[in-house]
T-cell receptor, first 114, second 112 residues
Framework: DTGVSQDPRHKITKRGQNVTFRCDPI?????LYWYRQTLGQGPEFLTY????????KSRLLSDRFSAERPKGSFSTLEIQRTEQGDSAMYLC????????????FGEGSWLTVV | GEDVEQSLFLSVREGDSSVINCTYT??????LYWYKQEPGAGLQLLTY?????DMKQDQRLTVLLNKKDKHLSLRIADTQTGDSAIYFC????????????FGTGTQLKVEL
């Protein structure tokens, strides 16, 4: 069990460019979550999947954001036409729905939009 | 929706106990969690408590839950310098996919 893995750990991009983050959950976990954390704040929920189905999206997830989990394993979070306000850490977490009390987070992907 | 509040800073001496407090608004949270975050890192799950429990102890960590006052606390016994970090409490609803609502975090500084 290698834990939740995220890639890349750091990304610096120019405003207007697209970026994609990848998350590999703990292998047997069927739930996968994306959160965003800005400096000095707690993480905020963006979206979650159970297997390949995206079951809920936050209002924070604008049209420029899209998340997928095509085979119910890894997930990607794409941000199109990045804006400076997108600068944040994007955290992925996973859990097993049958024991939803333990939710494990990855190390996060830092995005800086310049 | 749920609101979760925490005090921003706590400073303690090494070897003393630390108590980090949290208040929440949604009494329907099924589970309440404590996470630790070190600089530049992700969140480490420390412990959680089911909403029908009053207390949970796990080695140096003790969680107390007062449902009437919607108050959650984390006590760290014999605090060490390695405990210096930001601590987040969070509430989750099992029926809502267990998505979590986090507080703003309490920065714990442990001084020698």
């Amino acid at each position: 069990d290698t834990g939740v893995s995220q890639d890349p750990r750091h990304k610096i991009t120019k405003r207007g460019q697209n970026v994609t983050f990848r998350c590999d959950p703990i292998s047997e976990h069927n739930r996968l979550y994306w959160y965003r954390q800005t400096l000095g704040q707690g993480p905020e929920f963006l979206t979650y999947f159970q297997n390949e189905a995206q079951l809920e999206k936050s209002r924070l997830l604008s049209d420029r954001f899209s998340a997928e989990r095509p085979k119910g394993s890894f997930s990607t979070l794409e941000i199109q036409r990045t804006e400076q306000g997108d600068s944040a850490m994007y955290l992925c977490a996973s859990s097993l729905a049958s024991s939803g009390n333990t939710i494990y987070f990855g190390e996060g992907s830092w995005l800086t939009v310049v | 929706g749920e609101d979760v509040e925490q005090s921003l800073f706590l400073s303690v001496r090494e070897g003393d106990s630390s108590v980090i407090n949290c208040t929440y608004t949604d009494s329907s949270s099924t589970y309440l969690y404590w996470y630790k975050q070190e600089p530049g890192a992700g969140l480490q799950l420390l412990t959680y408590i089911f909403s029908n429990m009053d207390m949970k102890q796990d080695q140096r960590l003790t969680v107390l839950l007062n449902k009437k006052d919607k108050h959650l606390s984390l006590r760290i016994a014999d605090t060490q310098t390695g405990d210096s970090a930001i601590y987040f409490c969070a509430g989750g609803l099992t029926g809502g996919g267990n998505k979590l609502t986090f507080g703003t975090g309490t920065q714990l500084k442990v001084e020698l």
